[in-house]
């Protein structure tokens, strides 16, 4: 795909930047995107206070639908494998290495799904959530479980999806009515 991108990255991170201390921030860091529990747990609380809610709403439908179309449908059918995978030069960090597909990255996408409709609802706590989703999505980069380009393809999606909920969202009386 585009190992021939993504792999001297990965090898000059590996190279100038493995530090037994920064390996655990950035395995701490990863934790939270695992099978996306925080961004689930922030979506609830937010269902659940009722003047987040609209913001709750279009969190929970653009995290699963993302999560759908990433994990179902596209890691399945590109099937890329993880960069250690790929070459023995690689030596990621994670203590429990994935293994499903590598592409699109499941944490950066199910964190920007949830991140990007924050943003567009409230920036006071979009800003925050957008700069924990950057950092989760790096650390995948970082601890060489995923190619950048995998990064960045998780992005996308979830910058599509949560574009296209939010736009829907937005029609909605309830929306609508507590939007203002």
């Known amino acids: 795909m585009t190992e021939a991108f993504d792999l001297p990255i990965l090898l000059w991170l590996q190279e100038h930047f493995r530090f037994e201390v920064l390996d655990h921030i950035w395995t ?7 099978k996306g529990w925080f961004w689930i747990a922030l979506a609830v609380l937010l269902l659940i206070i009722p003047r ?5 709403i279009p969190a929970v ?6 999560a759908g179309i990433n ?23 994670a203590d429990a290495l994935p293994d499903s597909f590598s592409f699109p990255s499941g944490h950066a996408a199910t964190s920007f799904a949830v991140a990007l409709i924050l943003l567009r ?7 925050p959530a957008v700069i924990f989703a950057s950092f989760i999505a790096f650390s995948r980069i970082a601890l060489r479980v995923h190619y950048p380009t ?3 393809a998780g992005f996308l999606l979830a910058f599509a999806v949560s574009t296209i909920v939010w736009l829907l969202w937005s029609l909605t009386p309830y929306a609508r009515k507590h939007m203002n």
Request: charge should be positive.
């Open 28 to 34: 701490v860091i990863t934790f939270f995107g695992n």
């Open 71 to 93: 994990s179902v449908i596209l890691k399945n059918v590109i099937g890329r494998a993880r960069p250690f995978d790929y070459s023995d030069l690689i030596q990621p960090v």
């Open 121 to 127: 609802a409230d920036k006071r706590i979009g800003i």
């Open 52 to 56: 987040t809610r609209y913001m709750g």
């Open 150 to 152: 995998d990064i960045i």
């Open 61 to 66: 439908i653009s995290f699963v639908v993302t």
